[in-house]
């Protein structure tokens, strides 16, 4: 898609969101906060598995460090929480790094058996120290409300705080993908040796992207805490971790509109799955899950990409056409 | 003796990209003909395409029955060995084993035991490795391995996909030399893509040559060679 | 002494149960690069079919081979059918395909069969052996020669059969394979039925002892995934060691070191990955994986 129409679009969208409240309130305004929330995560993962060909089964994690730090900074010290959201980023920014390092060393399989580790390990470790996490029951915290004396519900200011931030992050991500730092990212995951011999420090590049994805996932954990108002660890566990990993191939890795069609995929799918049949549920979505992969291989934006470039060959005369939805190379094929 | 192959306007195609572009010939049952050409003249190609590992357009027939369409496992049970660029040897495997998958697809398995003498007989480098593993073996094994393993279907046409490659001369001399015994003794039918003219010219009864996917030159390879100005533009010695 | 020998014997038992989900995991990996995540949960579906099956009345070792029939066919099935639509799609729509089996297999049989723990019966008896000072379950000894024997099948199989061998060729080199006239999508089919009959014998030998539920094979999934790390995904044998080293480590770990209760004997499956993955990713018996330029 153009750089001019990705901005109407977006532009489009912004304004669907911003005006979204004005429909709905509530539940059902709730679960849009948690599509931005996932959005946000979404676009963690994606950055590291689509753009940079890591492959990551653990990012809960990372969503789980964002939420306890902000939960902790909140319930501790008493941090408004404002300004837990970046310090979460900061924070996992600096895990993600430090996780990078070592796992230089390992690459498809391997790195997602160490990510599928760590992810399970989560519950047990935020479990054992207690002192800060609050154990098994968590902490709870309180809602923020609207400042200023704003008529807005509690739901609504939250609905615009996560709103507010996923447009930045989102802003932030489209331009470093379009750039350079995103160029290089991309030649590392489709040919690493050759990329090295071009002069783009693998080892850097990729410990930095673990840790800004990581950042992204983090921020994404924080305003999950914020939002919900409650942290406890068992909401950690590897489901979440598979989750994100379905909703960024779903909604389609190496994009950026994947992000946001994957979380709600995410969101919303399962409670279809239920509508459809209230016996087995995750049948159902088994089923979904299944037969998106069927029809969209490529995820929702990697079809879009398609048909788009379908429709818009027969006019482009000399040019080449877009590059096709980037796949994630498989490891050892 | 019939045709033992016909290929009539064959077309090629990897992907939208075609490589083949009406290539048509035709080999007598117990001929050895080879295929001469530059890199990217389409060689390899056709062989891939008669083993069906290409999208093709056109006609083959084998001893007169259509293959085209067919897959290439079931082109292989009709009786046509493949033995692909590179050897593709399977490395994990003993040289034994390698000669065991050889014989996987033969329909007359009453006689494998005799091939596999035969093949041990004519390669005796193999039965002295017939337990190691095939990756450890020289390049010239290897190809050696590859032809006997091709030799265990039983095959009436045998496709060579630039047996010398990588190879010192004179192992490449032996192998020709061998394939023309193999030649003699069992009529087995040979299609030779080769880089190395001369020695395929000295093998082979028949050639022709391949030009970015056209077939440009055809003959026996007694006239090739004695045609000075022929084999000075187009083989370049 | 005493105490660890029956430890040991123990591991090997339980290791047995890994070392087949491992070897089931390994066999699929190696031929395609695919992980089957949905492998634990397609081991207890047939363990449930197996519930079934005794409870209409059929004698034990009837349902055993019954469902090992049942569990390769489904395999070879589910890998025609549901696997092939997407076999030369990137690897990651492969795992998605795979998690959606895991969670239709899981959902599937906890509507038909509900979330009741069900006991299920052991094909030894009670009464433990004795030799000398040493006391050794019954059902541990059954499940490692059962275990033991199925190895040893699956070996000569692949050893001395040429449909063995065409399944080890089409896994190393399928073009090759091609060209020696071997369909190697049937032996991939064959690979996952081979791999489920595994699974299920797995999910057979463990059932007595966690109970049968639908959650029952989680936890072994991910043991199973320590055992293959260990081992080396590469490699079937690695796979087998791998898992019954798991399956005495858990055990020793569990008896000798105090403050690892249950609750954090999942831990010490998850510290093997991580320091295989440290020390040398591609196991015990692996290969490092040499890329060519």
């Keep these: 898609m153009s750089r001019r129409a990705s901005v109407v679009l977006a532009i489009v969208v912004i304004v669907a969101a911003v005006g979204l409240p004005a429909f709905t309130s509530g539940f059902r305004l709730f679960q849009f906060t948690q599509v931005c929330i996932y959005a946000i995560a979404l676009m963690g993962l994606n950055l590291l598995t689509g753009y940079n060909g890591q492959f990551s089964l653990g990012h809960g994690a990372f969503y789980a460090v964002g939420a306890y730090a902000s939960a902790i900074m909140m319930d501790r010290w008493a941090v408004p929480y404002g300004w837990t959201i970046p310090a979460a980023g900061l924070v996992c920014l600096v895990v993600g790094f430090l996780f990078g390092r070592p796992a230089l060393r390992l690459e498809g399989l391997y790195l997602a058996l160490a990510t599928f580790s760590l992810a399970l390990a989560v519950p047990q470790i935020l479990k054992y120290f207690e002192h800060w996490t609050g154990g098994s029951q968590g902490l709870v915290l309180s809602k923020p409300k609207a400042p200023w004396g704003l008529p807005l519900s509690e739901d609504a200011w939250l609905y615009y705080v996560t709103l507010f931030v996923t447009i930045i992050m989102f802003v932030i991500a489209a331009n470093l993908v379009r750039s350079r730092v995103g160029r290089a990212l991309m030649a590392i995951r489709d040919n690493h040796i050759a990329a090295e011999t071009m002069g783009?420090?693998?080892?850097?590049?990729?410990s930095v992207t673990f840790g800004v994805s990581a950042a992204y996932t983090g921020v994404a954990g924080a305003l999950s805490a914020v939002a919900i108002a409650y942290v406890a660890p068992d909401s950690f566990n590897v489901f979440l971790s598979v989750t994100l990993l379905i909703g960024v191939v779903i909604g389609g890795l190496g994009s950026i509109w994947g992000n946001v069609l994957g979380a709600l995929f995410i969101q919303f799918v399962p409670n279809w799955a239920q509508d459809i049949s209230k016996a087995a549920p995750w049948a159902i979505f088994g089923i979904f899950l299944i037969g998106f992969m069927y029809v969209m291989p490529y995820g929702i934006a990697g079809a879009l990409r398609l048909l788009w470039i379908r429709a818009v060959r027969p006019r482009v005369t000399g040019q080449g056409g877009e590059a096709v939805s980037p796949q994630v190379p498989s490891p050892s094929r | 003796m019939g045709a033992i192959l016909e290929v009539e306007k064959l077309e090629a195609f990897y992907g939208r990209t075609q490589a083949l572009h009406g290539v048509s010939f035709a080999m007598e049952e117990g001929g050895i003909t080879t295929v001469l050409g530059a890199n990217g003249a389409g060689k390899t190609t056709t062989l891939r395409a008669i083993s069906a590992m290409v999208r093709t357009r056109g006609s083959i027939r084998f001893a007169s029955e259509p293959i085209q369409g067919k897959s290439t496992e079931d082109i292989v049970a009709m009786g046509i060995a493949h033995v692909p660029e590179g050897r593709g040897t399977f490395v994990d495997?003993?040289?034994?084993?390698?000669?065991?998958?050889?014989m996987y697809a033969r329909r007359e398995k009453r006689h494998a035991g005799r091939d596999m003498e035969r093949v041990l007989e004519l390669f005796p480098i193999l039965r002295q490795r017939r337990r190691q593993h095939a990756g450890t073996l020289s390049g010239g094994e290897q190809q050696m391995l590859a032809v006997a393993r091709a030799l265990m279907l039983g095959p009436r046409l045998l496709l060579l996909d630039e047996p010398s490659l990588g190879l010192a001369p004179l192992v490449v001399r032996e192998i020709f030399r061998i394939l023309r015994l193999i030649n003699e003794e069992s009529r087995v039918s040979i299609l030779l893509v080769e880089q190395n003219a001369s020695l395929a010219l000295d093998l082979a009864d028949h050639v022709f040559l391949l030009e970015t996917g056209r077939v440009v030159l055809a003959g026996t390879s007694d006239v090739l060679r004695r045609d000075d100005s022929i084999r000075r533009s187009y083989l370049g010695y | 002494m005493d105490i660890f020998v029956q430890q040991v014997m123990s591991g090997l038992a339980t290791g047995g149960i890994y070392a087949s989900l491992?070897?089931?995991?390994?066999?699929?990996?190696?031929?395609?690069?695919?992980?089957?995540?949905?492998?634990?949960?397609?081991?207890?579906?047939?363990?449930?079919?197996?519930?079934s099956m005794l409870n209409a009345g059929m004698p034990y070792w009837g349902a055993f081979l019954a469902t090992l029939a049942v569990a390769f066919v489904g395999g070879v099935v589910i890998q025609r059918v549901i696997i092939r639509p997407v076999e030369n799609k990137p690897i990651l729509t492969i795992v998605i395909v795979t998690l959606g089996l895991l969670v239709i297999f899981n959902s599937v049989a906890g509507w038909v069969w509900t979330y009741l723990q069900k006991p299920f019966p052991s094909p030894f008896p009670r009464e433990p052996f004795r030799l000398g000072t040493v006391v050794f379950g019954a059902h541990d000894l059954g499940e490692i020669a059962v275990t033991l024997v199925m190895l040893v099948l699956l070996f000569l199989f692949f050893r001395f059969t040429p449909l063995g061998l065409a399944m080890r060729a089409a896994a190393q080199n399928p073009v090759s394979s091609r060209l020696?006239?071997?369909?190697?999508?049937?032996?991939?089919?064959?690979?996952?039925?081979?791999?489920?009959?595994?699974g299920?014998?797995?999910?057979?030998?463990?059932?007595?002892?966690?109970?049968?539920?639908?959650?029952?094979m989680g936890g072994i999934q991910i043991?199973?995934?320590?055992?293959?790390?260990?081992?080396?995904?590469?490699?079937?044998?690695?796979?087998?060691?791998?898992?019954?080293?798991?399956?005495?480590?858990?055990?020793?770990?569990?008896?000798?070191?105090?403050?690892?209760?249950?609750e954090l004997k999942l831990t010490v499956a998850l510290a093997m990955i991580i320091v295989v993955l440290l020390v040398k990713p591609s196991g015990l018996f692996g290969r490092a994986h040499v890329r060519r330029v």
């Design chain 3, 200 to 216: 299920a014998v797995a999910g057979l030998m463990v059932a007595p002892i966690l109970t049968l539920d639908p959650n029952m």
């Design chain 3, 180 to 198: 020696a006239g071997i369909r190697v999508g049937w032996m991939l089919a064959l690979g996952w039925g081979l791999a489920a009959t595994f």
């Design chain 2, 93 to 102: 495997l003993t040289v034994e084993e390698n000669l065991r998958i050889g």
């Design chain 3, 223 to 262: 043991y199973a995934f320590a055992a293959a790390t260990l081992g080396g995904f590469t490699s079937p044998v690695g796979a087998v060691v791998g898992g019954f080293l798991v399956g005495i480590v858990e055990n020793l770990v569990g008896t000798y070191v105090s403050f690892i209760g249950t």
């Design chain 3, 22 to 51: 491992a070897l089931a995991l390994v066999m699929i990996y190696q031929a395609t690069d695919v992980v089957n995540f949905a492998q634990g949960e397609m081991a207890m579906f047939a363990t449930y079919l197996a519930w």
């Design chain 1, 200 to 206: 783009v420090n693998n080892a850097l590049f990729k």
